[in-house]
């Protein structure tokens, strides 16, 4: 988690508002799939282990450079 607020902060530093707002989103959705992620393998909440979460957590994309 660190790490994403190290990102989002550097991404924050672009002269360029969208830019920077874009960069700085990917970092922290990137830790939102991370964390889904742990919750499917070790959680034990039953709202998150339907296959309906399972699904989305399926798609991936190439990262973009900022």
Known sequence: M????SDMMTA???E???VAFV???I???QGTIAMAKAELLYGDNEM???DGARSST???RKPLRC
Do not use: T, V, Y
């Open 23 to 25: 960069c700085g989103m």
């Open 16 to 18: 360029d508002i969208d």
């Open 27 to 29: 970092p922290h959705h």
């Open 12 to 14: 924050a530093m672009a």
């Open 58 to 60: 399926r798609r991936s």
């Open 2 to 5: 660190d790490q994403m607020n």
């Open 48 to 50: 998150g282990q339907g």
